[in-house]
């Protein structure tokens, strides 16, 4: 809650550069994870369903 | 034989990476029409090759047949051809032995590629509703974009022809906020099959040949693992849906934490389920209501269960064991809506609210689910084997 009583925007802490720079980052970290095993070259199971 | 395109091939990711630079700019409501056609007709192309044209023919057939509306005995004709024509196509397409026999093999790389059981969904989902006068028929582009959507071709969602249309024609511009969803999204999906469910398979499958007890943790973790897979291809379609401002409807949502079948298929593949809602379950419920003259509308809803899981096996596979899993799923969510009635006949509403809502009963109906769906899962397991 802030001063006024009314709850915290959490659009604004959306947008703050702390958490932007945390959500590109996890974007990231996953993204090399994918890469990195999808070299293994498995495909989706049902693919040609 | 192109019948699978892999999610690993640079092609793919070429493609669509062009579809984000072609489609982001255009302002113009017919050019963005074609220039997505022309994005999913080359990621089609690349699926199967030299296939093309004769699947260009096979659309175009289709745009004239949805044209016949002029008098009964048209569109009578044209409704035969296309249920005929499609439902021939989908049996080739399911039994290959079938399909070689005939002399028809070369239609296999064609149907395999372009994923027809998803494909022969949208055909039945744009057919009713031209047939039924919600809408007009479409333009050749509007088919082929409602039909072959590069980002939802190989495993879905369905987006029913209705959702289809009620998009803007040009999308507003993605902001900031939108893009980053989009690819957190995305960086879910292949976080989720390439990291996950690889994961899971490297270090816990032993490809059914465990027993005893490591045959049920298996069991219940090939059912985690084809939630994984699955669901990530949904997420990276929905994260290209929203990048590029085209409607991808979820597909997923939690499902390992449905407390019965009926709330598990509210919760898994499910534009699959609203499908069967729409064009099996409720038309076929309703006309036993009509029968009867609304009464024994318990019976009537346990027959249309029967009949459309059924068919939904069916659509899996034509063979035994999905036959057995659609009729195992049926009877499942049969016996729950009988357990509720009798429930509802037995406590009074307080009583089945507070019984609803006690934890163990809860954590008791989850386990009984998850165990439920990994052992049907289980059962088909077969066609999977090769890869779990």
Known sequence: MNAAGAPKSTRSSNRSPGRLIGRMAWIIVRLMLALLLMQRGSTFFYQGF | ?388
């Open chain 2, 1 to 388: 034989m192109l019948a699978v395109v892999p999610i690993t091939s640079l092609k793919v990711w070429l493609v669509l990476l062009l579809a984000v630079i072609l489609l982001t700019p255009l302002t113009h409501a017919r050019l963005r029409r074609a220039a997505l056609a022309l994005v999913n007709l080359l990621f089609v192309w690349l699926c199967v090759g030299e296939y093309l044209p004769a699947l260009l023919i096979g659309v175009a057939l289709l745009w004239g047949l949805l044209r016949l509306r002029r008098g009964r005995g048209a569109a009578l004709l044209g409704g035969l051809v296309i249920s005929g024509g499609v439902g021939a196509l989908f049996v080739l397409h399911k039994l290959p032995t079938l399909s070689a026999r005939a002399g028809l093999s070369q239609l296999n790389p064609l149907l395999s590629g372009i994923g027809f059981s998803y494909v022969c969904l949208r055909v039945i989902d744009v057919w009713r509703s031209v047939h039924s006068g919600l809408h007009p028929p479409p333009g050749l582009l509007e088919l082929i974009n409602y039909l072959l959507p590069f980002h939802m071709l190989a495993a879905g969602p369905i987006l029913s022809y209705d959702d289809y249309l009620k998009q803007p024609a040009v999308p507003p511009a993605p902001d900031t906020e939108t893009v980053l969803e989009a690819l957190e999204r995305i960086a879910a999906g292949l976080f989720k099959k390439f990291v996950l469910a690889y994961l899971l398979l490297e270090m816990f499958s032993t490809g059914w040949r465990a027993t005893g007890w490591y045959r049920w943790v298996e069991i219940n973790l090939h059912f985690l693992w084809v939630y994984l897979d699955f669901s990530a291809y949904s997420d990276i379609a929905v994260g290209f849906g929203r990048l590029l401002g085209l409607t991808t409807p979820e597909n997923f949502n939690r499902p390992y934490l449905a407390r019965n079948l009926t709330e598990f298929w509210e919760r898994w593949h499910i534009t699959l389920s609203q499908f069967i809602r729409r064009h099996l379950f409720v038309p076929l419920h309703m006309a036993f209501l009509r029968r009867s003259d609304g009464r024994h509308a318990l019976l009537g809803a346990s027959l249309a269960l029967l009949v459309s899981f059924l068919l939904c096996g069916a659509w899996h596979g034509l063979t035994g064991a999905f036959l057995a899993w659609g009729l195992l799923h049926a009877a499942g969510l049969v016996a729950g809506n009988l357990y509720k009635e009798w429930l509802r006949r037995r406590l009074s509403p307080a009583a089945l609210a507070r019984y609803q809502a006690a934890p163990l009963i809860r954590a008791l109906a989850v386990f009984a689910t998850y165990q439920f769906v990994a052992f049907s899962l289980w059962l088909v397991g077969n066609h999977w084997r090769a890869n779990w």
